[in-house]
Every structure is written in C-alpha cells, then in structure tokens.
C-alpha cells in the first residue's frame, strides 16, 4: 500500500505535467498542442472497453477473451506513441510528404515540423504528455490489487 507521501509527490508530477502541456498552448497563443491531452484522455477508452468484454472467469473461451485484450492494449498502445512517440526529424521532406510519413514522427513533432506550433511548444508538449503518461503508469502500479485465489 503506498505511502501519502507517494500520493503527494505523484500528485505534484502529474500537475507539472498537465502545467507543461497547458504553457506550452498558451505561452504562444496557439492551442493545437493540447491535441495531446485529448489522446491521453482517449488512449485509456480501448483497454476500459476490451477489458469489460473479455470475461476472465471462462476457462473453455481463454483465448478469445485474450485477444480482445491484447487488442485493447494495443490501440492504447497507438494512441499513446502518438502523443509521445519517437522524435525522428527528416528536414529534407516537405510538410506534405512527412503527413505521408506520419509513423516516425508524434503528434507534436509533426505540427512542429509542418510550422503550426514552435519546437519549444512542441518540447514542453511531449515533456508533459511523458510526465503525465508515467504518472498515470505509476499510479496504476500502486494501487493494482492482487489477485488471490
């Protein structure tokens, strides 16, 4: 059981957090970067749905239940690298041909990248969206239940 001293300090990170994203939209008056609170917002929706559609007590029907989780972790999975995915910047492509190669490239690098926010918006977006993300990990590591027989 964690401590209120864990409670505390998770507490504050996740607030430097969402302080991060927020500055970073309203520092240079240009709110596209906070397109990233609303992927950590949904990226949690797959795992919450696929979760309550598997049924965990059936042992004949394990596999099917499975793959509906792993199927919801993965469209979390998705949503998430999206917001804070790898930065893998390609200055010799225009703005349109890094649209057709969105997969290196997350949410924020991409508006960078294409002119639509400045790069320091766009470092403060994705040092938020990892504080937020790990906080909510940390969070769930705390208070997960185990399970007994």
């Known amino acids: 059981m964690p401590g209120l001293k864990t409670i505390i300090a998770l507490s504050f990170v996740l607030a430097i957090g969402f302080l991060l994203v927020i500055l970073s939209s309203a520092l240079w008056k240009n709110y596209l970067p906070l397109l990233v609170v609303a992927t950590y917002v949904i990226a949690p929706l797959p795992n919450f749905v696929c979760g ?36 893998k910047p390609i200055p010799t492509l225009t703005c349109w041909e890094v649209r057709k190669r969105a997969e290196y490239m997350p949410l924020p690098a991409l508006l960078a990248h294409c002119g639509l926010i400045q790069y320091s918006a766009m470092i403060m977006s994705i040092v938020g969206g990892l504080l937020i993300y790990g906080t909510i990990i940390s969070f769930s590591m705390f208070f997960q239940e185990q399970e007994g027989f």
């Open 52 to 87: 309550h559609w598997s049924n965990p007590d059936d042992f004949m029907d394990s596999a099917g239940s499975a793959a509906i989780t792993d199927f919801g972790r993965f469209c979390t999975g998705f949503l998430v690298v999206m917001g804070i995915g790898r930065f």
